[in-house]
């Protein structure tokens, strides 16, 4: 009797182990990816030298997609004259010489 019942089971194994591999093998696995982009632009954080009161701000910062024209909305004090805000990293804003690029101040982001 126990050995019908040992082999009876050592059947169902065997079957449930095959039958899992079989479907195993027919099965398709499909990887998704996701790519996430951002368009707002920042520049380099205070790891860079020039990243300061008084640093100079690379020319490829200088264009129209960092300067801030809303400086209103972005609570920011009027721009002096031949001087404009730019969007720095991690929300900060430099107020920076349109001709030489000089940073006269920085509002870090939070402040």
Known sequence: MKTKLILAVSAALA????????????????????TTTTTTKHIDGA??????TGGVL???YRDGDYVVTEWKTARLAAPTAGNHWIRG?????LLVNENT??????VHAGN
């Open 15 to 34: 079957l449930s182990g095959g039958i899992a591999v079989a479907q195993d093998a027919g099965a398709t696995y499909q990887q998704k990816t996701v």
């Open 47 to 52: 790891d860079a030298a020039w990243y300061r």
């Open 58 to 60: 690379p020319t490829q």
């Open 89 to 93: 990293a991690n929300g900060d804003f």
């Open 101 to 106: 690029g000089e940073i006269s101040s920085i």
